[in-house]
């Protein structure tokens, strides 16, 4: 199971950290991913990262903004949200799966966190 929190309200340009904090033993061997969904709009990519922490890819639209890391020991997933936007206002999704490739896509990962609002707005 996923537990995904961090979310809040903060101001345009500010700072956000996301968790996903995973139960059992087998996150240090899942790839884990961020994606977000906001109302009216299909949940999106954000963000990946592999088992071993060495591979790491991101949409577009949050390159140079946000960074995707895992610590094993803690079985916890992280999303660093840095220079936030109005438009990144959603909520986040954190998912895992242990298929190979996909990653961009809702369809390769077979485990779920709840979600967390995060709101940019001044």
């Known amino acids: 199971q996923l537990q995904a929190s961090g979310g809040g309200l903060v101001q345009p340009g500010g700072p956000l950290r996301l968790s996903c904090a995973a139960s059992?033993?087998?996150?240090?061997?899942?790839?884990m991913g961020w994606f977000r969904q906001a109302p009216g709009k299909e949940r999106e990519f954000v963000a990946a990262i592999d088992w071993s922490g060495r591979s790491t890819d991101y949409a577009d639209f949050v390159k140079g903004r946000f960074t995707i890391s895992r610590d094993d020991a803690k079985n916890t997933g992280y999303l660093q949200m840095n220079s936030l936007k109005a438009e990144d206002t959603a909520v986040y999704y954190c998912?895992?799966?242990?298929?190979?490739?996909?990653?961009?896509?809702?369809?390769?990962?077979?485990?779920w966190g709840q979600g967390t609002q995060v709101t940019v707005s001044s």
């Open positions: 998912a895992a799966t242990r298929r190979s490739g996909g990653w961009r896509f809702p369809m390769a990962y077979n485990y």
């Open positions: 059992g033993r087998t996150f240090s061997m899942s790839h």
